[in-house]
């Protein structure tokens, strides 16, 4: 299934797109979609309803943030060899996590802010994996199954606020509208292998990114069980993976966003986003 949250800011209601391609509205069925609304079981029943019975709803209508909110919005970083070759770093023996504000959480079509005292605004396309069961050591061979979905995540990134201001990397990563997530939660049943997804970033209709997520360093498998030794994975938690080559930073020279810059960006089979940048408002 394609589940997605439509409806206007702050009013989002949960929905679906149908195999003929309209959006059909679940609001009947589940209240939203966030924590154990998205476990492994709760989604395994929604496949279950007859989407052809459920109201339809129409073509244009804004969508939101696939996820409601999230108890952990958790990343890895330098997760891609071509990328930690273009940071200037050497391959992580072990998975470099950190943590991306829920607060960051946006639409896929929204508007990116730039925070004030923006310098190095940065996109950064993630394949986002879904928490659907509660993971505490588990095994690489069954980690997958701790996985309800799948979903396309711009990790929007402040270069400077991350790198050069001191501390951890979260303050470059969590401004408001630096999670767009979505269009869809798909569920994990229809990503077989997430490990041969291409994905791809353009800004201004250029080509930025394009790769794959077998460059990856560390496997889903792999992630999962690695941080379910470290911390509880709760239902609902969302780990945006790792990007690959060709961010800003890694122009020669840097590229960084500025204000009336538009992201296209893409996972396979995990649907499109686009995000026009503005400037912080005042």
Same mark, same amino acid.
């Given at each position: 299934?394609?589940?997605?949250?439509?409806?206007?800011? /702050? $009013? +989002?209601? #949960?929905?679906?797109?149908?195999?003929? &391609?309209?959006?059909?509205?679940?609001? *009947?069925?589940?209240? @939203?979609?966030?924590?154990?609304?998205?476990?492994?079981?709760?989604?395994?029943?929604?496949?279950?309803?007859?989407?052809?019975?459920?109201?339809?709803?129409?073509?244009?209508?804004?969508?939101?943030?696939?996820?409601?909110?999230?108890?952990?919005?958790?990343?890895?970083?330098?997760?891609?060899?071509?990328?930690?070759?273009?940071? /200037? $770093? +050497?391959? #992580?023996?072990?998975?470099?996590?950190? &943590?991306?504000?829920?607060?960051?959480? *946006?639409?896929?079509? @929204?508007?990116?802010?730039?925070?004030?005292?923006?310098?190095?605004?940065?996109?950064?396309?993630?394949?986002?994996?879904?928490?659907?069961?509660?993971?505490?050591?588990?095994?690489?061979?069954?980690?997958?199954?701790?996985?309800?979905?799948?979903?396309?995540?711009?990790?929007?990134?402040?270069?400077?606020?991350?790198?050069?201001? /001191?501390?951890?990397?979260?303050?470059?990563?969590?401004?408001?509208?630096?999670?767009?997530?979505?269009?869809?939660?798909?569920?994990?049943?229809?990503?077989?292998?997430?490990?041969?997804?291409?994905?791809?970033?353009?800004?201004?209709?250029?080509?930025?990114?394009?790769?794959?997520?077998?460059?990856?360093?560390?496997?889903?498998?792999?992630?999962?069980?690695?941080?379910?030794?470290?911390?509880?994975?709760?239902?609902?938690?969302?780990?945006?993976?790792?990007?690959?080559?060709?961010?800003?930073?890694?122009?020669?020279?840097?590229?960084?966003?500025?204000?009336?810059?538009?992201?296209?960006?893409?996972?396979?089979?995990?649907?499109?986003?686009?995000?026009?940048?503005?400037?912080?408002?005042?």
């Amino acid at each position: 299934m394609k589940l997605l949250r439509f409806g206007p800011k /702050g $009013a +989002e209601k #949960p929905g679906c797109l149908a195999p003929d &391609g309209t959006i059909r509205d679940l609001s *009947s069925v589940t209240s @939203d979609f966030q924590g154990d609304s998205v476990s492994v079981e709760a989604l395994a029943k929604l496949a279950q309803q007859d989407l052809a019975a459920l109201p339809a709803v129409p073509a244009e209508t804004r969508l939101g943030a696939a996820l409601a909110d999230v108890p952990n919005f958790h990343c890895v970083g330098l997760n891609y060899a071509k990328h930690a070759a273009e940071s /200037g $770093a +050497e391959p #992580p023996a072990e998975p470099v996590l950190f &943590g991306k504000a829920s607060t960051a959480l *946006s639409g896929p079509f @929204d508007p990116v802010v730039l925070p004030e005292g923006a310098e190095k605004g940065d996109w950064e396309v993630e394949l986002g994996v879904v928490i659907g069961r509660e993971a505490s050591y588990v095994s690489e061979a069954d980690a997958l199954s701790y996985v309800s979905a799948y979903c396309t995540i711009n990790d929007v990134s402040e270069r400077e606020f991350q790198l050069h201001r /001191g501390g951890t990397w979260t303050k470059g990563k969590s401004a408001p509208t630096f999670g767009p997530l979505g269009p869809w939660l798909v569920t994990a049943d229809e990503i077989p292998d997430p490990q041969a997804l291409g994905l791809w970033t353009k800004v201004n209709g250029q080509v930025m990114q394009n790769s794959s997520t077998s460059d990856m360093i560390f496997s889903i498998a792999e992630i999962v069980s690695y941080m379910s030794r470290f911390m509880l994975l709760r239902v609902g938690d969302v780990i945006a993976t790792g990007t690959p080559e060709g961010v800003g930073m890694g122009q020669k020279p840097p590229r960084y966003l500025k204000p009336g810059d538009v992201m296209e960006l893409e996972v396979e089979g995990l649907g499109a986003q686009r995000q026009e940048v503005v400037a912080f408002p005042g």
